[in-house]
């Protein structure tokens, strides 16, 4: 009998801790709320509202504590009844200012991108350069006249466009394999920011839905669904810059929503050749509830983008006064490209617990780049202007299957996603080419047609028990490459085909509600350019990364988050193409060890500070000390700042970023400077109006975006020299703004 009773209590305890809280959240105008946090503050299990607003939270009973919360909405306590425990419930979240309180601290591997989340909703992007500034440690230089793709530093990387690090947009890939400028080539301008809905990033190459390129990490930009209200703007400012951009409701039904937005910028810079910059950009997003759970967003878009640059100018030619900071060596430099996208997004819910997720893509893409950086090294008479050019067709899709809380015992959970997908890019006429005056092909240096397809799947797992969680993952990725000479005397036609697998596994430590330790580790990639794979024969073409992450997130009080890690990682042989040459250089093996910190604080309701400093320290491995180090990579980086808000009329910011001197060749004879800059706005709001100050490097700092060192030769010299060559950062840059919501 003694025995039956224990079995018996042990079953009912089983059968109070099984039982589960289902329903559905919404907010104050009966819509559904997604992403929003389900945290059992006494089971420590969390989860997430569906598409549709559905959850279910496992491992229920009576009388616990159910948090739940999401940026923009004022966060609920529940207690748990009977009646809760047997019915569905509906959960009504009100509209709320931004605030630090409204991000809990729960087991998730990407929760610190939910904290920075709070940055980004406090202080939206005002610029598409600013997009990229917003992830911590990420530091970005512009030196094409604001046309071209934007220089990348993350972990000790310079990452030169995006080969290390995987960009996305609502799932349609931004970096651009084998392209005419270089590998991983990542344009971000077709993107208006203030379409930006959030941003995800993950660093370190941890996560299983993240594939070629994330080695140093990921970014993801969201794109908001729909919009609350029409809204313009009208921008001005020093050197002849003019903005105006606008979002427009064009359905708002019980089922459907949709809007469309577009801007148009034109500036000519702070150069004393005018840039010419024009940029124009027109997206239209459509949202529809089918039945039985569904939900489909189509996004079409289309961005154009034309620019003259000054180049990047060797330090001596300012040193003897023939040309000034903003001056040029050759001002003929400069390009045009575009990208047309079309962006199919459909959400399956199949109960509370298990979804799909497809995502469909196509995009088409036009580049032509002419740029000159060593003047008159081998050719005295004509210059060494290059062009870059290609017109690319990218297609692909992807489908993710993901399944919550299933119980395994008593004291486990577990979830997982499978996923499968693919994608195909074909390049043609693929050029480098030596011009004159942008006008005159004088020799071809390279011109091809590429064909390369990625096909892959993964399997991300996560196990909870008590406070640990463990998240076993791998994902396998089959590449063909391609390849077609067109100036080979004969025809010429190559093609390579190479596997990767690549383990991860993740492990967190709940320490209580507001302390969580955690353990990163993993295998990553980038595939190399597809002319580099027929040149050496398929071998080392995907080269590995190896990563592993120590660190811990705090947030002791509702007002502080902290975050703090040690990372280690180590990269695999490889062999590079390097686009402006049209030759493939080796590049030995490479480690990286790093320290990232970071702090944010609502000191008051209308006020938030925010800090991240990042240490890395980067040698290659093969080479002897002294000779070792890697080429612009950054040790230390720092942004940070302080935002007002919700202070009656008045709102806006004091923005801080800064970067260390760094080495700029092998063995740091030659030193790239660094800078730290202050940016600056203020907003004044007046019923639907809006009245904005928007000041770039508000202390006039003379700093310089982006620097190599570079061999180069002027017209009138005998010999070529070794030094610094750079594109001028802004100087103190005013612009107004008026905007008008209704």
Do not use: C
């Not at 970023?657 to 080495?663: F, G, K, T, V």
């Amino acid at each position: 009998m003694k025995h039956i009773l224990t079995v018996a209590v042990i079953l009912l305890s089983y059968l109070t801790y099984a039982q589960q809280v289902t329903g559905k959240i919404i907010n104050t105008e009966n819509t559904p709320v997604e992403e929003v946090s389900i945290f059992n503050k006494t089971t420590q299990i969390h989860t997430h509202s569906s598409t549709t607003g559905g959850f279910s939270i496992n491992k229920t009973k009576v009388n616990d504590t159910i948090y739940v919360s999401r940026l923009g909405y004022e966060p609920k306590t529940i207690r748990v009844t009977k009646d809760n425990l047997n019915t569905p419930i509906t959960i009504t979240l009100k509209d709320a200012n931004i605030s630090l309180n409204q991000v809990r601290l729960v087991a998730e591997i990407n929760a610190f991108s939910k904290f920075v989340d709070v940055d980004v909703q406090s202080s939206p992007v005002k610029s598409s350069q600013e997009i990229l500034r917003k992830v911590p440690g990420l530091i970005i230089g512009q030196h094409a006249g604001g046309g071209k793709a934007e220089q990348i530093f993350l972990r000790g990387f310079d990452i030169d466009h995006g080969t290390d690090v995987n960009l996305t947009v609502d799932g349609l890939p931004v970096n651009m394999v084998s392209h005419a400028h270089g590998q991983g080539y990542s344009d971000l301008h077709f993107v208006i920011p203030e379409t930006i809905d959030n941003i995800n990033f993950g660093k370190g190459p941890y996560y299983a839905d993240q594939g070629n390129f994330a080695t140093a990490g990921y970014v993801g930009l969201g794109l908001k669904k729909s919009i609350d209200n029409n809204y313009i703007s009208l921008e001005a400012g020093q050197f002849n810059t003019n903005r105006i951009m606008g979002m427009f409701n064009v359905v708002d039904t019980e089922k459907s929503s949709a809007y469309i937005a577009s801007e148009l910028s034109l500036t000519d810079g702070p150069f004393d050749s005018p840039q010419n910059f024009s940029r124009i950009n027109i997206l239209a997003r459509y949202n529809y509830k089918l039945a039985g759970d569904q939900e489909l967003n189509l996004t079409a878009s289309h961005f154009q983008s034309k620019w003259d640059a000054s180049g990047q100018i060797p330090q001596r030619a300012i040193d003897n006064g023939s040309i000034d900071r903003f001056g040029s060596i050759d001002d003929t430099e400069g390009g045009e490209t575009s990208r047309t996208n079309l962006l199919l997004n459909h959400t399956k819910v199949i109960d509370d617990d298990k979804s799909f997720k497809t995502t469909a893509y196509i995009s088409q893409y036009n580049f032509e780049l002419f740029s000159n950086f060593t003047f008159f090294l081998d050719d005295p008479i004509n210059g060494d202007q290059i062009r870059q050019f290609e017109e690319r067709i990218t297609t692909g899709a992807n489908t993710v299957y993901e399944h919550r809380n299933i119980e395994l015992g008593e004291n486990t959970m577990f979830k997982y996603q499978a996923g499968v997908g693919f994608r195909y890019d074909n390049v043609d006429d693929v050029e480098l080419s030596h011009t004159l005056n942008r006008k005159t092909i004088l020799d071809y240096k390279a011109l091809g047609d590429i064909d390369e397809v990625n096909t892959y799947a993964f399997l991300n797992t996560e196990f909870k028990t008590g406070k640990w969680t463990f998240n076993p993952s791998a994902r396998i990725d089959y590449f063909k490459f391609q390849y077609e000479d067109k100036l080979s005397e004969t025809y010429s036609d190559k093609a390579e085909t190479k596997m990767r697998i690549s383990p991860k596994m993740n492990t967190i430590y709940s320490v209580n509600n507001t302390v969580q330790l955690f353990l990163k580790a993993g295998m990553g990639f980038h595939s190399n350019d597809t002319r580099v794979v027929v040149a050496n024969n398929g071998e080392s073409i995907l080269p590995a990364a190896y990563g592993a992450d120590l660190g811990t997130l705090l947030k002791p009080t509702d007002k502080l988050a902290l975050n703090a890690s040690l990372w280690y990682l180590f990269l695999e042989q490889e062999f590079v193409y390097v686009g402006d040459a049209a030759i493939v250089e080796p590049s030995g093996r490479t480690q990286r060890l790093g320290v990232d910190l970071g702090a944010r604080y609502q000191a008051l309701d209308w006020l938030y500070l925010y800090a991240d400093i990042n240490y890395s320290h980067g040698r290659s491995v093969d080479d002897p000390n002294g000779e070792n180090y890697i080429p612009l990579a950054p040790d230390l980086t720092s942004a940070g700042g302080l935002l007002v808000d919700n202070l009656g009329r008045f709102s806006g910011g004091l923005n801080y970023r800064y970067i260390d001197d760094r080495p700029a060749n092998e063995d740091d004879s030659i030193v790239a400077s660094g800078y730290f800059v202050t940016d600056f706005n203020v907003n004044y709001t007046w019923n639907k109006w809006t009245y904005s100050i928007i000041v770039e490097n508000l202390f006039d700092t003379e700093w310089n975006e982006t620097q190599f060192a570079t061999e180069s030769r002027l017209f009138d010299e005998q010999a070529s020299v070794d030094e610094i060559h750079f594109t001028p950062g802004t100087p103190f840059y005013i612009r107004g703004k008026i905007a008008f919501t209704f």
